[in-house]
């Protein structure tokens, strides 16, 4: 299983912008489908955008959709999410996770090899 770190998050505006990142160890990372999740305090946690294996196919959470964009660089075994005009109620722990499949899911039960998360704070 892949080991995941993520970064890049912090305090930003609303309207703002923000790109997190996530690197992966291992010599296989193209062999995962990759998922964004948040998770605010209180909440369960939730999908935000996934890709699959070499980027051809994304999908997003109604919440996020037109705002956030997920790409990966397979070279340099990294998934980015970039959060373009965030809410406040974008606000939370944003976690990366890894799903050995060429297929996207949104449920998190189907992800492994979770990040330790990094926070993302959006002001009004």
């Known amino acids: 299983q892949v080991q995941l770190v993520e970064s890049g998050g912090g305090l930003v505006q609303a309207g703002g912008s923000l790109r997190l990142s996530c690197a992966a160890s291992?010599?296989?990372?193209?062999?995962?489908?990759m998922g964004w999740f948040r998770q605010a305090p209180g909440k369960e946690r939730e999908f935000v955008a996934a890709?699959?294996?070499?980027?051809?196919?994304?999908r997003y959470a109604d919440s996020v959709k037109a705002r956030f964009t997920i790409s990966r660089g397979n070279a340099k075994n990294t998934v980015y999410l970039q959060m373009n005009s965030p809410k406040p109620e974008d606000t939370g722990v944003y976690y990366c996770?890894?799903?050995?499949?060429?297929?996207?899911?949104?449920?998190?039960?189907?992800?492994?090899?979770w990040g330790p998360g990094t926070q993302v704070t959006v002001s009004s």
């Open positions: 291992g010599r296989t990372f193209s062999s995962y489908a």
């Open positions: 890709i699959t294996h070499y980027g051809a196919s994304t």
């Open positions: 996770s890894a799903r050995r499949s060429f297929l996207t899911s949104t449920n998190p039960n189907c992800y492994g090899g």
